[in-house]
Every structure is written in C-alpha cells, then in structure tokens.
C-alpha cells in the first residue's frame, strides 16, 4: 500500500494514525518532500480521473485566478496540480492495484481490515 499526500495535512494524519494504530503497513510519499512529477499524476488521473483528484475546496483552489477556475478541463487540471500538488484531495491510496481518494475510517476499516 502506498499512501500520498503531504504531511502536515490533517487529514493525512488521521489517515496514517488510523492506518498505524491498525497495524496496517504502508509507504508514504509526501508530494512536497518527494515530489509530484508527471508520470506519477497521469497515472492517478488515469485510475480516478482529474476531477476526483482535483481539490475545489481548499484555499490553494481559491488562490487560483478566476479566468483559470472558470476553464479548468483535463489538461490545464494537470499542470495546475503538478505547480501545486497541495491543490491535490488527499490522501490518495494505491492498494492491490486501485486507486482512491480521501479517508473515511468506516470505509478503510471493510477495505484493510484484513492486512
């Protein structure tokens, strides 16, 4: 399993808590220290799509330029997100080949309960 996001997010930590305190072992790749680049984002997008990746709630979305928010499709999502991966939901999982996006304990709990 491999857990992406970036450390200080909160719920980032509920999610590595949660995980830890199940013992459910994982890698962890922080986007700010290790990196976003465009193969690892294509592959995501692939697996959820850019708009189940794209965080229109935060404040880096807010900071966005109106002209940007109002015409953001797939491509410009992309290069949005790899100049700011901060704008990116997380946590992203990837586990037994899926992919997804966001933690809910009640959820993981079915899911990786029996690692």
């Known amino acids: 399993m491999k857990i992406y996001g970036i450390k200080n997010c909160d719920t980032v930590k509920k999610a590595r808590k949660w995980l ?3 013992g459910v072992r994982y890698d962890f790749h922080d986007f700010k220290k290790d990196g976003l680049d465009d193969t690892l984002l294509s592959r995501l997008e692939q697996s959820v ?3 189940t990746l794209l965080n229109r ?3 880096t979305w807010r900071k966005l330029p109106e002209d940007v928010r ?3 499709d797939a491509q410009s999502a992309h290069d ?3 100049e700011n991966p901060s704008i990116i939901k997380r946590p ?3 586990h037994e080949g899926n992919v ?3 933690f809910s304990a009640d959820e993981w709990a079915t899911r ?4």
């Open 100 to 102: 997804s996006v966001g």
């Open 92 to 94: 992203v999982v990837e």
């Open 80 to 82: 949005v997100m790899l």
């Open 70 to 72: 109002d015409t953001i």
């Open 20 to 22: 830890d305190e199940q």
């Open 112 to 115: 990786f309960s029996q690692e």
């Open 57 to 59: 709630r935060g404040t």
């Open 49 to 51: 799509g850019w708009e």
